[in-house]
């Protein structure tokens, strides 16, 4: 199985930008990048997806690498309200959504 | 559309009893995915299903645990002779997949279970 490798932990100051690492060195050429991420208390929530190019919505941006193995979520200003565990998840065929452990990432104040 | 809905929210069991966990997805989803997640880790995937077939079940499933999804809508989760492992929260996920990569899970809450 394709597998992805994050950081346990990071942390960022609020307002400033944030940039989550993901490692996934044995992605294959048909595997897309997702990212959710999962607040205190509640279910996973979609952040963004992409395959080659660059991604942007309202949420933050995905860079992914020239080479393809790895990726970085970035979020542009973090706010007390992204604190979350973040999850990098290669999606195979659209069939397989394994997690990992994600990120934890803490916003101070 | 209220979003992926899962019932009980919370429950609470003795050892060796069976429970039932109800997963009503959003309307127009075919396909529904369960997870169990445990307290500090990620939610780990348990089976999944495309309208009512069960396409994929993960070797975590024992032989305790059944899922159906009879008519392709709502989905439950049984776990028969339950064990103190068992305690964890219950996450169900729908989707519907549009173009290749457009897998995006929609979560419920999630049904937590606590085996005494």
């Known amino acids: 199985d394709a597998k992805t490798t994050q950081p346990n932990s990071m942390e960022s100051n609020e307002e400033e930008p944030v940039h989550l690492p993901c490692n996934h060195s044995t992605i294959s050429g048909t595997d897309y990048i997702h990212w959710y991420r999962q607040l205190p208390s509640q279910g996973p929530e979609y952040v963004i997806h992409?395959?080659?190019s660059n991604v942007n919505n309202r949420m933050a941006s995905l860079a992914i690498a020239e080479d393809r193995k790895s990726s970085t979520l970035i979020l542009h200003r973090a706010t007390l309200r992204d604190a979350a565990v973040y999850y990098c998840?290669?999606?195979?065929?659209?069939?397989?959504?394994?997690f990992g452990a994600g990120t934890r990432l803490t916003v101070k104040p | 559309d209220t979003g992926v809905s899962q019932n009980p929210r919370h429950k609470i069991t003795k050892r060796g009893q069976n429970v039932t966990f109800r997963c009503d997805p959003i309307s127009e989803h075919n396909r529904l995915y369960w997870y169990r997640q445990t307290l500090g880790q990620g939610p780990e995937f348990l089976t999944y299903?495309?309208?009512?077939?069960?396409?994929?079940k993960s070797r975590l499933l024992s032989d305790r645990f059944s899922a159906e999804r009879p008519k392709g809508s709502f989905s439950t989760l049984e776990i028969q002779r339950t064990e103190q492992g068992d305690s964890a929260m219950y996450l169900c996920?729908?989707?519907?997949?549009?173009?290749?990569?457009?897998?995006?899970?929609?979560f419920g809450a999630g049904s937590r279970l606590t085996v005494l």
């Open positions: 996920a729908s989707s519907s997949p549009r173009g290749l990569g457009a897998n995006v899970l929609t």
């Open positions: 299903f495309q309208n009512e077939a069960q396409l994929e």
């Open positions: 998840i290669l999606s195979t065929n659209n069939n397989d959504m394994r």
């Open positions: 992409g395959l080659t």
